[in-house]
């Protein structure tokens, strides 16, 4: 009788390639200056990152990228390569690609390899990817629950957002909504602008996150909106709404650019809109009699910061915040019904 193997292994492999990329892109976003530094190579440490593409796009004469960087005053994108080991790096069509564009690898594992076969080796500090990892567990927690075991039903851990969008009920914010409206009544999505305030709550945003839409004016105008609590506004329209798929980036031509300039029609890098959600309308309000808010009061802070840092991009409320928002708004509503 052959002899049986009674010994299993538990997997300690505890996360996979998908992580490190998360890692980069936070750190290239939000690290400091030192971080951000030790993370690209000597020949690229002096541009300014505009815009990074998570996972580029895929055509007939190339490989899918793990990250592509778009430098201020560069005219091409930077590929980004990511592996555990150098040693990993070894498929012709990658190295050629990341050659031929002037990109870099990443690598976790060790090496005192700056260049490989001609091509810049950046090396991640093992203990600030540690570092990172413990400051952003219970995040990544709930990610991975939402989206691996559709754990969506604690109401308790869900985030609440507003978007101030200022303008009078015939502006450009009104009208993009509704052109997205008709062009996808069942499946609406919405873009932000590129802001290095906002991003970091575009970012956190999650699947089963409440978000209100407010397409609102004040009495007195101005191009930013003041935090001042006495400040009055009107609401022309509100969406309270539920995010289905909270970030992602459109790199085609048909809803890459679909708020963008339509006789421009920017490249990826110099869009202004690049950083995308779908949601679903819970209760939508579309007038025609415009709600008198009256002052701001409390969500004066809130409203000033959607709005000053991109012209209306998501900024948070606690749950108390979020609950009086929501029945002052359906209260004004059913006034005027």
């Given at each position: 009788?052959s002899?049986?193997n009674i010994f299993?292994k538990i997997?300690?492999?505890?996360?996979?390639?998908k992580?490190i990329?998360?890692?980069?892109?936070?750190?290239?976003?939000?690290?400091?200056?030192q971080?951000?530094?030790k993370?690209l190579?000597d020949r690229?440490?002096?541009y300014?990152?505009?815009?990074?593409v998570?996972e580029?796009?895929?055509?007939?004469?190339?490989?899918r990228v793990?990250l592509?960087?778009f430098?201020?005053?560069?005219?091409?994108?930077v590929?980004?390569?990511?592996?555990?080991?150098?040693s990993?790096f070894?498929?012709?069509?990658?190295?050629?690609?990341?050659?031929?564009?002037?990109?870099?690898?990443v690598?976790?594992?060790k090496t005192?390899k700056k260049y490989?076969e001609?091509?810049d080796?950046?090396?991640?500090?093992?203990e600030?990817?540690?570092?990172w990892?413990?400051?952003?567990?219970?995040?990544?927690s709930?990610?991975s629950l939402?989206y691996?075991a559709?754990?969506?039903?604690?109401?308790?851990?869900?985030?609440?957002?507003?978007v101030?969008?200022k303008?009078?009920?015939?502006?450009?914010?009104?009208k993009?909504?509704?052109?997205?409206?008709?062009?996808q009544?069942?499946?609406?999505?919405?873009?932000f602008?590129?802001?290095?305030?906002?991003?970091p709550?575009?970012?956190?945003?999650?699947?089963?996150?409440t978000?209100?839409?407010?397409?609102?004016?004040?009495?007195k105008?101005g191009?930013?909106?003041?935090?001042?609590p006495?400040?009055?506004?009107?609401?022309?329209?509100?969406y309270?709404?539920?995010?289905?798929?909270p970030y992602?980036?459109?790199?085609d031509d048909n809803?890459?650019?679909?708020f963008?300039d339509?006789?421009?029609?920017?490249s990826?890098?110099?869009?202004?809109?690049?950083?995308?959600?779908?949601?679903?309308i819970?209760?939508p309000y579309e007038g025609?009699?415009?709600l008198?808010?009256g002052?701001q009061?409390?969500?004066?802070?809130?409203f000033?910061?959607?709005?000053?840092?991109?012209?209306?991009t998501?900024?948070?409320?606690?749950?108390?915040?979020?609950?009086?928002l929501k029945?002052?708004?359906?209260?004004l509503s059913?006034?005027?019904e």
């Open positions: 009788m002899e049986i299993k997997n300690r492999n505890a996360f996979n390639e992580l990329h998360r890692y980069l892109f936070e750190r290239y976003y939000f690290g400091d200056s971080q951000r530094q993370l190579p690229l440490r002096n300014q990152i505009n815009l990074i998570p580029g796009t895929k055509t007939e004469e190339r490989y793990d592509e960087i430098f201020k005053n560069m005219q091409n994108s590929p980004v390569e990511v592996k555990w080991q150098i990993n070894k498929k012709d069509n990658q190295k050629n690609y990341i050659k031929q564009k002037q990109g870099f690898v690598v976790l594992g005192d490989f001609n091509i080796v950046v090396i991640i500090d093992h600030d990817f540690s570092d990892i413990a400051e952003n567990i219970s995040r990544l709930r990610e939402i691996r559709s754990s969506v039903s604690d109401a308790s851990k869900s985030q609440y957002w507003v101030f969008l303008g009078g009920p015939k502006g450009s914010a009104v993009n909504f509704d052109r997205m409206l008709k062009s009544p069942l499946h609406p999505f919405w873009a602008r590129q802001h290095p305030k906002a991003l709550h575009i970012l956190d945003m999650q699947k089963g996150d978000i209100i839409f407010l397409f609102a004016s004040t009495l105008g191009m930013a909106h003041s935090k001042n006495k400040t009055s506004i009107k609401i022309h329209r509100f309270i709404c539920e995010i289905v798929e992602y980036m459109v790199l809803r890459g650019l679909f963008e339509q006789i421009k029609k920017p990826i890098g110099d869009r202004r809109w690049p950083h995308f959600i779908d949601f679903t819970k209760r025609p009699k415009e008198l808010f002052p009061g409390k969500f004066s802070e809130s000033a910061n959607s709005f000053n840092h991109g012209g209306g998501p900024y948070p409320l606690s749950r108390s915040q979020y609950e009086l029945d002052k708004l359906i209260k059913k006034e005027i």
